[in-house]
C-alpha cells in the first residue's frame, strides 16, 4: 500500500519567513556589509542581488560539547604502517588525526566568513534603508506618450476594409437557424404526417395534396430568410493606446574641479544612483551619459567618472554646452525622455552663471522631461544656486536642493521628486 | 554480493521494470510494488509507505527545519537553509537523495532531479531500509511515537505561533535560542515520555500550565516551617538527585519562567527527544537501509525485473555511499556510517550463511543460524555502542584495516593502542564501542543543587570523562541558561579524585546573553 504525492507545486518558500527571521535579527551586521558593498558597486549595478558576508562567529549557536585536551581514544581505518604500541608525533595544530578530532572542529574553530546572497529587493531595502528610507516612491514622473493600436474585439459597425468574414457569417448562420425554428419544427412534424398519410392512404389522397402544399408554402417561408444582413456585419475593432515610451536617458553631470573632494563625491554617487534606481521603475531601457567637467567638460565612462581626479577652476557652462550638444545630436528624436542631474559644490567662475542660466532654461529644459541640481556643500549659497533660483519658479520641470551630508540624499532625493506631483 | 540462490534470469513472468534515466510517477509506482513485494520476501515489518516528491528548494526547506515537513519558525532554520542554498546553488554540494521521516505512514522525500534509477534507489533506501529499522528498533519504539509525531510538531508550530502573537517575536525567539542552547542535554536517557497526541497534549496543556506554576511557587514558600529546619535538613540537597535533563530541570523548576515559556521549553526538549534514537543508532540505521537497498534491488534484479542499465547506475551511487577514505585521506571525515554499518550486517549474513572456523569461535550462537531471524533480533535489540560491541567481527575490522590511537595531552606522542590483529581485536572493538557511546561522546553535565534557602542559584556540575574539559562557547550556554534560571547559575567540574572547582559563574539578572552583533 503506497501513497505517491506530488509536492512539487506545494506552497513554495517555506523557508522564507525563517530567512526573514535570519535577516531580522542579523540586520546590524547584513546593514553594515551592504553599505560596504555599495562602495564597491557600479550604478548600474543595482539591479543585482549582493552576496553578503557576515562573521561566522557572530552567528554561531553555542552547545556544550568537549573541547581540545583530556583523554581522547580513537579508532581509524585505513591503518597501512602502524602496529601495536607504536608511539607517533602529535600531528601540527591537531587538526589530523588525533587530538580531540571532531566534537572540537564544529564551533570555535573556524572562523570563516558566513556568506549568503541577498536577492535585489533585500538588498534595495537595506540600502534604502540606509539613507533613512521610509518606503520607495512609486509616482509616475510625467512620461512622453506614444500611441499604438491593438486589437480590441468586434464592433458592429466601421468600414467595409475591416469586415470580419467568419464573424459575420457565424452571425448569419445563427439568425437564419434562430429564426426558422418554428417553422422547421412545424415542418418535421407535417412531413411526419405526411408520411402516414402516404402509407394510410396513397398519393393522390386530399389529405397528402394539403399536407404538401403546406409543406411547401412553409419552406418557402425559411428561404425567405435573408443570408446575411446588416446587422450580422462584424468588423474588426483597433483601438489606439497611448504607450509610454520605454526609453530614458539619464544625464549626470558632475563636477570634478579640485574642490570635489571623494566625500562629495560618494554622496553625489549615491544621488545619482537613487535617479537611476528611480527611473527603471518606469523605463525599460535606460542609457546614462556621464559629464564631468572643470573648466572643460568631456563625456566619460562610469568608472572615470567616478574615479578620477581633476583639479583646477569651475565652469559650469562647459558641460551644459555638451550636454546640449549630445542632447541635439543622439536624442533628439523625440523617442527619448530626457532626465537630467548635476551635482557640484556650487563653485562657479563669476561670470560664467548666467550664462549656464541661460543654457539651462532655453536650451535644455525645454527638452528634458525633469532636470535635477544639487549643490554639495556645507557652506552658503553660490552664484550658481543664485542663478539657478531664478530659473525654479521659471520651469517646474527644474528642481534644486542642498545636500550636506549623506543622510540628506534621501530626503533631497524625495523633495525634487515630490515637486512634480503636485 | 553474491546470492547463493541460482539465477533465475530470463525466466521473469513479468515484464521487466521502466528503465531510462526519466521517471514518471507510473513508473514509480510499479517499483514501489516490485520492491515491497521484494521487502515482504525478506519479511521485513514497515510502516505504510507515503512517497512524496518534491523540488530541490523544498528539499532545502526540509533540510532546513532538520528534515522535519513542519516545524515551528526561529532564526536558525533561516541560517541553515541560506547556508544549504549556497552551497547546492554553486555546486559545491550534492543534496541528499532522499529524507526519510520516522512516522506513520513513514514519509520518503524523493527529489524531482532523481533519474529513475535514484528513485528506485531511494525507495528501496528509505522507505522499505529505513522504515523497517524505525518499526523494529527498540530505541525509536522506546523514544519516538510515529502515529503522533507530526500532529506535534504542528501543535507546537502553533503554539509558538500563538506565543509569538501574544508576547512577541522577539521574547520567543530569545527563549528559544536558550532552549536549543541546552537542546543536547535535553533528552530523558531513561525514562519513557509519555505519548504524545495533538488532542491530548491540548487538552492538558491548560491544566500543565496552572499545575506547573503552583508547584513552582510551593517550590519557594519559605515562610511557613521555617524554625522547624535543622542543619541536617539545610545541606538536603535540591534536586534530591542530579538531574541530567537540564530542559526537564528548567521546564519544571525555573521559577520565574511563565506559563507559556514552560510550554515552549517543553516542545524543544520534546523533539530533542524525538532525536535522540537516530543520535544512537546512524551506524546500525543507515547500514540497515543500505544493506536493504542492495538486497532487495539484487533481488529485483535476479529476477529479470531491472535492466543492466538500471544496475550499473545504481552500483556507481552505492559505491560511492559505502566508500570508507583511509585516515590519511583528505577525504577522511571519520568512519563512514554507511560503510561501516553495510559491511557489518552484510558480515553478519555471511556468518550465518557462511561461517568459517573464526566466525564459530566468535559468533557461536550466530554461526550457521537463519540470517534472517539473526537480522531481525540484531536490529530490534541494539543501538550503535551495543550493535559494535556484539557484532563486530575480526574480518571487518581486518578490511577496514583499522586500528586505534591514544591521545593523552599529558603524553607529548600518541600512542597505536590496538590495531587489526588478534591481540587487538577486542581491543579495537571495545574502543569503537565506546565512541558511539553517548556518554562518552557528550560531555556529563548535570544539575547538581539548587541554593533553596539562599540566593536561589543553581549549579550545574560538569564531570569529566577521561579528562576531557568542555568545549568553546560553554560560557555562552551558560549565560543562556541564566536567562531561563532568572537567578545566579554556575558550573563546577568534579574530578576523579573529588576536588570540585567552580569553571564559570553567571550572576543573576545582570547578564544576559550576548546580543547579535
Given at each position: 500500500m503506497v501513497r505517491i504525492i506530488d509536492r512539487r507545486f506545494d506552497s513554495k518558500n517555506k523557508s522564507a519567513v525563517n530567512r526573514q527571521r535570519f535577516m531580522r535579527r542579523f540586520k546590524q551586521q547584513i546593514r553594515k556589509a551592504v553599505s560596504e558593498a555599495i562602495h564597491g558597486r557600479s550604478i548600474r549595478d543595482l539591479e543585482n542581488g549582493e552576496q553578503i558576508s557576515i562573521p561566522a562567529r557572530d552567528l554561531s549557536e553555542p552547545s556544550l560539547h568537549h573541547g581540545k585536551g583530556g583523554i581522547w581514544e580513537q579508532v581509524f581505518p585505513g591503518n597501512d604502517q602502524f602496529s601495536t604500541g607504536d608511539r607517533i608525533k602529535r600531528p601540527l595544530g591537531g587538526a589530523g588525526d588525533g587530538a580531540g578530532k571532531g566534537k572540537a572542529s564544529q564551533d570555535g574553530e573556524h572562523e570563516d566568513d558566513f556568506v549568503f546572497q541577498l536577492s535585489r529587493e533585500e538588498f534595495l531595502d537595506l540600502f534604502f534603508e540606509d539613507l533613512e528610507l521610509p518606503r520607495l516612491i512609486r509616482t509616475q514622473l510625467a512620461k512622453v506618450t506614444d500611441y499604438k493600436t491593438r486589437r480590441a474585439g468586434f464592433t458592429s459597425d466601421g468600414v467595409p476594409a475591416n469586415i470580419n468574414i467568419v464573424r459575420s457569417m457565424r452571425g448569419a448562420l445563427g439568425r437564419r437557424l434562430a429564426l426558422g425554428s418554428p417553422w422547421a419544427a412545424r415542418i418535421r412534424a407535417l412531413q411526419q404526417e405526411l408520411d402516414e398519410a402516404l402509407a394510410r392512404?396513397?398519393?393522390?389522397?386530399e389529405e397528402v395534396r394539403d399536407l404538401r402544399e403546406e409543406l411547401a408554402a412553409l419552406r418557402a417561408r425559411i428561404e425567405r430568410i435573408p443570408f446575411i444582413d446588416r446587422f450580422d456585419l462584424r468588423y474588426n475593432n483597433r483601438v489606439k493606446e497611448p504607450r509610454p515610451t520605454t526609453q530614458a536617458v539619464m544625464f549626470c553631470v558632475m563636477d570634478v574641479s579640485g574642490s570635489m573632494d571623494e566625500e562629495r563625491k560618494s554622496m553625489a554617487k549615491r544621488f545619482f544612483m537613487l535617479l537611476y534606481l528611480f527611473l527603471t521603475r518606469s523605463y525599460e531601457h535606460i542609457e546614462v551619459v556621464f559629464i564631468r567637467h572643470h573648466t572643460v567638460a568631456k563625456e566619460v565612462d562610469e568608472d572615470e567618472f567616478f574615479h578620477s581626479r581633476e583639479s583646477g577652476g569651475t565652469v559650469v557652462s562647459s558641460a551644459l554646452e555638451l550636454m546640449r550638444n549630445i542632447l541635439r545630436e543622439r536624442y533628439a528624436n523625440g523617442q527619448w525622455n530626457v532626465y537630467g542631474a548635476q551635482a557640484s559644490d556650487g563653485d562657479n567662475w563669476d561670470n560664467d552663471s548666467p550664462v549656464c542660466g541661460r543654457l539651462l532654461g532655453k536650451e535644455i529644459l525645454p527638452w528634458c522631461q525633469y532636470f535635477a541640481y544639487v549643490e554639495i556643500t556645507a557652506g552658503e549659497p553660490q552664484n550658481l544656486w543664485r542663478e539657478y533660483a531664478k530659473l525654479e519658479a521659471a520651469h517646474d520641470n527644474f528642481a534644486m536642493q542642498r545636500i550636506e551630508s549623506p543622510a540628506d540624499i534621501y530626503p533631497v532625493f524625495r523633495e525634487l521628486f515630490k515637486k512634480t506631483i503636485a | 554480493m553474491k546470492t547463493p540462490r541460482p539465477r533465475t534470469r530470463g525466466r521473469a513472468a513479468k515484464a521487466p521494470l521502466p528503465s531510462g534515466s526519466e521517471w514518471t510517477v507510473e513508473a514509480i509506482d510499479r517499483y514501489n510494488e516490485e520492491i515491497a513485494r521484494a521487502a515482504a520476501h525478506y519479511k521485513l515489518d514497515t510502516y505504510p509507505v507515503q512517497v512524496e516528491i518534491i523540488t530541490a528548494e523544498q528539499m532545502m526547506d526540509a533540510y532546513a527545519s532538520v528534515g522535519m515537513p513542519v516545524n515551528y519558525h526561529h532564526w536558525s532554520f533561516g541560517k541553515h537553509f541560506l547556508a544549504t542554498e549556497k552551497g547546492y546553488k554553486r555546486g559545491q554540494m550534492g543534496l541528499a537523495y532522499e529524507i526519510v521521516i520516522n512516522s506513520n505512514p513513514c514519509i520518503a522525500y524523493l527529489m524531482e532531479e532523481n533519474t529513475l534509477t535514484m528513485q528506485g534507489l531511494v525507495i528501496a533506501h528509505a522507505a522499505y531500509g529505513h522504515n523497517s529499522f524505525f518499526k523494529g528498533n527498540y530505541l525509536f519504539r522506546t523514544w519516538t511515537n510515529a502515529d503522533a509525531i507530526i500532529d506535534y510538531l504542528l501543535f507546537a508550530r502553533n503554539y509558538i505561533t500563538q506565543c509569538e502573537e501574544r508576547h512577541g517575536e522577539e521574547a520567543v525567539e530569545l527563549l528559544l535560542d536558550s532552549c536549543h542552547a541546552l537542546m543536547n542535554l535535553g533528552v530523558d536517557r531513561y525514562k519513557r515520555p509519555p505519548r504524545l497526541s495533538l488532542a491530548k497534549e491540548k487538552l492538558r496543556q491548560q491544566e500543565r500550565e496552572e499545575y506547573l506554576q503552583s508547584q513552582v511557587n510551593d517550590l519557594w514558600r519559605t515562610l511557613p516551617a521555617h524554625e522547624l529546619r535543622t542543619d541536617a535538613r539545610a545541606e538536603a540537597r535540591f534536586p534530591p538527585e542530579p538531574e541530567e535533563n537540564l530542559l526537564y530541570f528548567v521546564e519544571k523548576n525555573a521559577p520565574l519562567l511563565e506559563p507559556w515559556q514552560r510550554e515552549v521549553v517543553r516542545i524543544v526538549r520534546k523533539i530533542a527527544q524525538y532525536f535522540f534514537p537516530q543520535r544512537q543508532t546512524q551506524v546500525m540505521n543507515e547500514g540497515w537501509a543500505t544493506f536493504w537497498h542492495y538486497t532487495l534491488l539484487n533481488h529485483l534484479y535476479d529476477e529479470g525485473l531491472l535492466a543492466d542499465s538500471f544496475m550499473l547506475e545504481f552500483l556507481q551511487s552505492h559505491t560511492n555511499v559505502v566508500a570508507q577514505p583511509p585516515y590519511n585521506s583528505r577525504w577522511f571525515g571519520g568512519i563512514n556510517p554507511y560503510a561501516l554499518g553495510f559491511a557489518m550486517w552484510r558480515d553478519i549474513r555471511r556468518i550465518c550463511e557462511d561461517p568459517d572456523e573464526e566466525d564459530r569461535r566468535w559468533f557461536p550462537e550466530i554461526a550457521g543460524s537463519d540470517w534472517l531471524e539473526t537480522f531481525d533480533f540484531a536490529m530490534r535489540n541494539f543501538k550503535d555502542e551495543s550493535f559494535v560491541a556484539q557484532y563486530l567481527s575480526p574480518k571487518v575490522m581486518r578490511d577496514f584495516r583499522l586500528f586505534a590511537v591514544l591521545d593523552d595531552d599529558h603524553e607529548d606522542k600518541l600512542e597505536v593502542s590496538a590495531i587489526h590483529d588478534d591481540g587487538g581485536f577486542r581491543k579495537l572493538r571495545e574502543i569503537l564501542s565506546d565512541q558511539y557511546n553517548l556518554g562518552a561522546r557528550e560531555p556529563n553535565v548535570q544539575v547538581w543543587n539548587v541554593d533553596l534557602r539562599g540566593d536561589r542559584s543553581l549549579t550545574l556540575r560538569h564531570t569529566p570523562f577521561r579528562r576531557r574539559p568542555l568545549g568553546d562557547g560553554t560560557d555562552e550556554v551558560m549565560r543562556h541558561l541564566a536567562r531561563l534560571w532568572g537567578f545566579t547559575v554556575r558550573l563546577e567540574r568534579a574530578d576523579d579524585d573529588g576536588k570540585v572547582e567552580l569553571l564559570h559563574e553567571i550572576r543573576g539578572e545582570t547578564t544576559r546573553p550576548r546580543p547579535p552583533g
Open positions: 392512404a396513397g398519393e393522390d389522397s | -
